[in-house]
């Protein structure tokens, strides 16, 4: 028996939303795409620009920052949203085994590559909605930070808004202004590692267009970003590196591993073709990028809190096929 499509639900009317402590600092598209669950961002943003969003009776910016006791004004909505019953648990019920970490504040889970973390343009369903379908035993389910649809690994997510609000500005940062936060990937790039450990400090823009398509490329009128890669082993084909990320740009570790002249395996933006397509050959079937681990200190409890996320199956058979030596 095939699932039953969602229903179109409307708000009919224009409604108000005054911010309270647990929203307040938050930006006014991330209030909203938390608010108006389901709806894609596109439509988010373009209800924004036209001036149908609000606060305090006047026109704001997607960046706008949101202060306690804002008024927030949002147009009608029709949209066809997707419930927990609307969603086929078991297809995703694996999202269970992938916890890392998890207590009354926290989940972590170690995401899988080739699902987005929230539904978007073309994409009905994410880990976020696949989570909270799965386990309907949490009230609230929200992400602190975000992982591109290929990139597996380390996802952090808060089961309370006081805690999404905690993390907010450390994950946003990441470990360039607090020092708060350490999140290292493990990538996989192109040939033999020319450099030992390499402080790469190259600003990125994160808006430009290539042939209609946006991409991410080094330009020094861009935003600041800074990675330091360290290789863990090499061969003449391939090197496999450690990131620890002190900015977190728009694919930020797979343009900056181009910009230094190795490419990330299997990457059909900046990648090489030619070395893909003999990566493919060792098994390389998806961007070979990975969330490898988090330090950061807890929200509720202070204590510093460490999560490694392992390696999966295919990426460790790729490495084992490649023979890589220590550096």
Known sequence: MSPTPPTPKQNAQVSFVTIDDAHA????????FTHLKGVPKTHVYRIIRK?????NKGRVKQTTKLKKGDQVRIPPIRLAERT??????????????????EDDALLIINKPSGMAVH????????VIEALRAVRQDLRYLEL??????????????????????????????????????DKRYYTLVKCR?????????????TEARQQGERVVVVDEQGKFARSIMRPIS???TASLLEVKLLTGRT??????????????????????????????????????????????????????????????DDLKAVLTKLTLSSD
Not at 84 to 101: C, H, N, P, V
Not at 193 to 202: A, L, Q
Not at 252 to 276: I, L, M, W
Request: glycine content about 8%; aromatic content about 8%; charged content about 25%.
């Open 193 to 205: 590692w020319r450099f030992g450990e390499r402080n790469v400090v190259k600003p990125l823009n």
């Open 25 to 32: 600092g938050q930006r006014v598209d991330n209030f909203l």
């Open 234 to 236: 090499v061969s003449d």
């Open 144 to 181: 602190v930070h975000r992982l591109d649809r290929a990139t597996s690994g380390c996802l952090v997510l808060a089961k309370k808004a006081s805690v999404l609000k905690a993390l907010h500005e450390d994950f946003k940062n990441n470990s360039l202004t607090t020092g708060r936060l």
């Open 251 to 312: 694919h930020q570790v797979r343009v900056h591993a181009q910009s230094e002249g190795h490419p990330v395996a299997g990457d059909p933006k900046y990648g090489d073709p030619e070395f893909n397509k003999a990566m493919k050959s060792f098994g390389v079937s998806r961007l070979f990028l990975h969330a490898a681990s988090l330090r950061f200190r807890h929200p509720v409890t202070g204590v510093e809190l460490q999560v490694v996320a392992p390696l999966s």
């Open 84 to 101: 927990a019953a609307d969603i086929d648990t078991s297809r995703y019920a694996f999202l269970k085994q992938a916890t890392l970490f």
């Open 119 to 126: 539904a978007g343009s073309g994409i009905q369903i994410g």
């Open 51 to 55: 001036g149908e969003v609000r606060v």
